[in-house]
């Protein structure tokens, strides 16, 4: 390496070098290959992009223009790192003999990959307190028909209060006897309801649930079995309509003694009545699922926006 007196000069540039650190924050390989204004402005970029999906984030997915929106500002940053790659290899190729700037230093890049790796932490972290919506998916088939295996889907996270979970909306919540494990069900009884179910039929407060038969749909478990079901939709009373799911009318948790939903708690039923845990199955040595506690409720699904039948991405989760 030589030196001029006051600033040092160096040969070429190590192209894989320029291409990571460009993949690390688009911009900081161009500040090694001292294209340093070009690098600047791609770092200005990148930066506006993390706030935009900062700014996306805060906001409550109630319409898929929403998820749209964090797609679009996700696939911006992927394609805004490649460029910078692409282009900091392609620059550190040609580079015979450079300057060296104030700002090719190594304290200065690890400063610049600490910031990066900050805000992504704020942007992108789970705990960050103004992100409202994350994505789950789900594990199992005790949601079917209305949720696959695998599908993933937006959740606005939303606590329970201010009218909200009503009879009938998807929530998602921790498991009530671990509180860490993350579930996803049906919530068919509020706080002071009566819960019922015999022979299959659902019971709220006394009174039966109206349902009807709407054709056949089928479980394919991980195991390559096929189940098949019917499918029903069930009607709350003044409430929404959705679909089930039914092996038989006569497996073990279609008839049940009438549960009292405590203050403070709701009770969480899956869409696939004969494959779920669920709030039918009380607390007994450590074991079942119990009553869901307010407090452990996660939010509110919204859009598929992963699935693998692709017809199906988009959905509302109802």
């Known amino acids: ?97 450079a300057r060296l700037s104030p700002a090719n230093r190594w304290y200065v890049y690890i400063g610049l990959i600490v910031v990066t790796m900050i805000l992504n932490q704020i942007v992108t972290s789970k705990a960050n307190p103004v992100r409202v919506w994350d994505n789950f998916w789900t594990p199992s088939a005790s949601m079917l028909p209305g949720l696959e295996v695998g599908d993933t889907f937006v959740v606005w996270k939303r606590p329970a209060g201010q009218g909200w979970p009503r009879r009938g909306d998807i929530a998602v919540y921790k498991f009530p006897l671990d509180n860490r494990t993350d579930y996803i069900k049906r919530i068919i009884g509020l706080p002071g309801d009566r819960v019922q179910f015999r022979g299959g039929r659902l019971y709220l407060n006394g009174a039966v649930v109206e349902r009807r038969e709407d054709g056949k749909v089928s479980d394919d478990n ?4 096929t189940t098949p079901l019917r499918r029903y939709i069930e009607t709350l009373p003044a409430g929404p309509s959705y679909p089930i799911a039914e092996i038989t009318d006569r497996a073990p948790l279609d008839d049940t003694h009438e549960y009292t939903v405590p203050a403070g708690h709701y009770f969480a039923v899956g ?24 407090g452990n409720i996660i939010g509110q699904p919204t859009f598929i926006f992963w699935a693998k039948d692709k017809s199906r991405m988009g959905m509302r989760v109802r």
Do not use: C, E
């Open 1 to 97: 390496m030589d030196t001029d007196g006051k600033s040092k000069q160096v040969r070429k540039r190590r192209a894989w070098l320029a291409a990571l650190m460009s993949l690390l924050w688009p911009g900081l390989g161009q500040i090694y290959v001292t294209d340093t204004k070009h690098g600047i402005r791609l770092i200005g970029l990148s930066v506006a992009l993390m706030v935009a999906l900062g700014v996306i984030f805060a906001v409550p997915p109630t319409s898929l223009f929403i998820t749209v929106a964090f797609f679009a500002v996700g696939l911006a940053l992927i394609a805004l790192a490649l460029y910078a790659a692409v282009s900091a290899f392609v620059a550190a190729r040609r580079v015979s003999m």
């Open 222 to 225: 991980t195991q390559g079995l």
């Open 271 to 294: 869409d696939n009545r004969d494959n779920s845990l669920d709030s039918r199955l009380p607390v007994s040595r450590n074991a079942g699922h119990g009553f869901v506690p307010a």
